[in-house]
């Protein structure tokens, strides 16, 4: 039995990492012409297209989250298929440790491209820098609804300097990843200890 776990778990990495390949890829134009990557595609796009579904996975019509999400439920299925395999068992706070840390690392992962975007904002807001390219036009459609959301729920709305709502909103983002990190292991620490 551990034979076929220790399969499945190498069948789950190798997949991962035809996914991170084919995410890789599409980031460049032209590239997805030729046969071997419409060979990939064709493997891992049917996988990718299952998540694409969910259009709560799609932020502001910039930023896609489904493939964070469909690789982290093949990580969490090689971790069960991998401690099946050492183990023979897993236990049910072992599954609710592996999700809550599976969640964690796509918000870990939101929260920090919030923080990245944010900073990049102000660092062009403080230098001056021309805000009117398509790189900016990117950066400002992702951070102005979080900028408002926040100065909306903190501040009810009020009028504040546009530097002021950034620096607040930057700290803000950055406090939630760091006190969430300390959360998220002391929660995954109590799951691992249930005995069922």
Do not use: E, H
């Amino acid at each position: 039995m551990n034979t076929i776990f220790t399969l499945l778990a190498s069948l789950t990495s190798i997949y991962l990492l035809l996914i991170c390949i084919r995410i890789i890829l599409t980031w460049f134009s032209g590239i997805s012409y030729s046969k071997p990557v419409a060979v990939l595609s064709a493997v891992t796009d049917p996988y990718l297209g299952w998540f694409r579904r969910f259009s709560g996975l799609r932020l502001s019509g910039v930023l896609d989250l489904s493939p964070i999400v469909a690789m982290a439920v093949l990580s969490i299925a090689n971790s069960v298929f991998l401690s099946l395999a050492n183990y023979g068992y897993v236990t049910l706070g072992f599954v609710f440790a592996l999700i809550v840390n599976a969640l964690w690392s796509a918000v870990s992962f939101m929260l920090g491209f919030l923080a990245i975007i944010l900073g990049l904002r102000l660092f062009a807001y403080l230098t001056r820098q021309n805000i009117f390219s398509p790189f900016w036009k990117t950066v400002d459609a992702i951070s102005q609804p979080v900028l408002y959301r926040i100065n909306r729920f903190f501040f009810g709305g009020r009028s504040l300097r546009y530097q002021t709502v950034m620096i607040i909103s930057l700290a803000i983002v950055l406090s939630v990843w760091i006190a969430g990190r300390f959360a998220i292991a002391g929660l995954s620490a109590l799951l691992l200890r249930l005995p069922l």
